[in-house]
């Protein structure tokens, strides 16, 4: 069992209760350990304190030796206070109620009567705390100090300054946290304002969340204003599925819509925060464009019909078919138990190898892992905090990883981790990477070759020298040889994605990558970037022995050797890099099944429409980038006649095979754990609200 690190503490009393608490913790948080509460508007726990609006004043005195208590001339704020043997710490006494109610009454000064307008309203902490904390009335009656209402700061946020208090949460999130530091304080005194540099458009990939920090009005959601209130709405948790991290988050919803996405606190995943595309993406859910019924082709036209209908359509062509002459090709969104019942209809039943969910320019029929004998484990998001070094290798780690991006960023801000960044292009990584290591295209297996050779690595090509590989690649031979020195001294783990196949000689730099990794005793995490890439990856959801890839799939349905293609939750035409294939694929395969949420362009080619459920509308599970299960509960009701991807295969597979049916998502999840080593011992209750780890 791990040593756990010695805390040092120190005695404290709050209120007259004695309390032992960690020695310099800010008082504000020494006070929650008694359920109490210390009201602020500029802390915030994720960021560092400033002691600006002097909300969370506090009386503090010390014990003198002869038995007398002797208190600080002034209040303090709580915020900046940290705690320290002795101290004595008050918040409950007449003084600073007065001081709560005099920074308060200032603060309302100028700000505007808009609460009844005010998209906060009803969730704000300066009604809260004025509510609390603050004077019954105001004793000021001159004219309010006015300044532009509603100007947008992007497309996503909006700034109103006259409600503004001049926290610095938002200038301290995109210095702190996101690091683009687009934010700044603008002039001084009574003039002072948030605002970009040269009054550019706030274009952070992590925006949104400066609009949940913010403790007032002033910075509101673009998308959301004026869409609700919050007594209007319904709030459920759920998982995000734009993206592979797998970030919890709140779901609100009226009238069966999603009209807002809110970060949820998970300190092992997202903490808090949200990417822009994760928080403002989720108009696809309330699309117009849904599919709300099925529909059968009938001459040259698609036209709406009924489920028994669609499965009398299809079931024929299963039956007659040879399992080599069907495939499927399914999306990253589809959940656990879908993808699980797809490969149980198509491989199980139906004898098909034909089945994939990779849609990049290279293609292998086993992955990475497999193919060099590598553990298939990732390092949890979470622990790169902990970490000495990292290299993040061929990968813009802000678009395909977000939240991964602010996890290590926030190791380099607060701890000091030397970050390495090796890619074709800049990235946002290079704002804080120790070394930059710019290699031109198709020249990534040669630099992961050479810092192997300068590591003088087992198995490393002598040939590889630095001078060799600077020549080839365009990297400083100096910077080759630093970077491995450190990176082998700290067994750094190793940072890619999947988008790696999607570059010019992508497989051979993933393999020389992973060859460097073992070698150098560090982890490789290639990371899946899909919503279920991971899930699919872990369920088996690739060629059999004998099938045929995404690619070959596609070439075999152009040259009419696959009779059947089922295509679930992906458009082709959007997802692959060759139209023109795709087009003719769709073109000649007899038999086309669509399966999705939208009208997309596939529909056009379809012999049968089946109608699914977004993410949002069914219970489900998904597997995230660290092979953390989370599962995701049902928000708002199932479009018209959609149902989930794995009701509507099961229901098929029922017909071809009468057995006991699996009648919701946790019972397919059972048949997972019974059927996939990985999965063993997952189950719904056992995902709880933090998930579980694959084995």
Known sequence: ??????????????????????????????????????????YHPRLKPVGMCRMCLVECAFKMPDGSIRKMPKPQAGCTLPASEGLMVFTDT???????????????????????????????????????????TSRFVELKRHAPKAFPLSKYVTLDLERCIQCGRCVRFTEEISGDAQLGFRFRGSRMQPSTFEMREFESKFSGNVIEICPVGALTNTKYRFRARPWDLQTKPAICTLCSNGCNVYLDYRANEIVRVNGRTHEGVNEEWTCDQGKFGHGIFNATNRLVRPQVRTGDKLESSDWATAYGSILPKLKELKGSEIAVLAGASISNEGLYALKMLFRDQLGSQNLDYRFTKALSKQNVQTQLGLPNSRTPIASYEKQKAILIFGTSLADEEPILFLRVRKAWFNHGTKVVVASEEPTDADSFAHLILRYRKGTGATLAGGLATAAGLKGADARLTAEYVAAETGVQASDIIAAAELLKEQAAPVISTRGLYDQENGLETLEALAAYAVNNGSAFNLYSVGANDQGAEELGFVPGGGGLNTQEILN?????QIKMLWLVGVDPFAAYHDKALVAKALENVEFLVVQDQVHTDSLGYASVVLPSTAPTECDGTYTNVERRVQRSQQVTPARGEAKP???AVVEISLRLKPEPPMFNASEVMDRIAKDVPAFAGVSYESIGEEGSFLA
């Open 1 to 42: 069992m791990a040593a756990v690190a010695d805390v040092q503490t120190v005695n404290i009393s709050i209120n007259d209760i004695p309390l032992q608490v960690p020695k310099g913790e800010m008082i504000v948080e020494s006070v929650k350990r008694l359920g109490l509460e210390i009201p602020i508007f500029c």
């Open 556 to 560: 075999a349905c152009a040259a009419g």
């Open 645 to 647: 991807v794995w009701r």
């Open 94 to 136: 007449e003084a600073i109620h007065r001081d709560r109610k005099g920074v308060l009454e200032f603060l309302l000064i100028n700000h505007p009567l808009d609460c009844p307008i005010c998209d906060r309203g009803g969730e704000c902490p300066l009604q809260n705390n004025t509510l609390a904390y603050g004077p019954s």
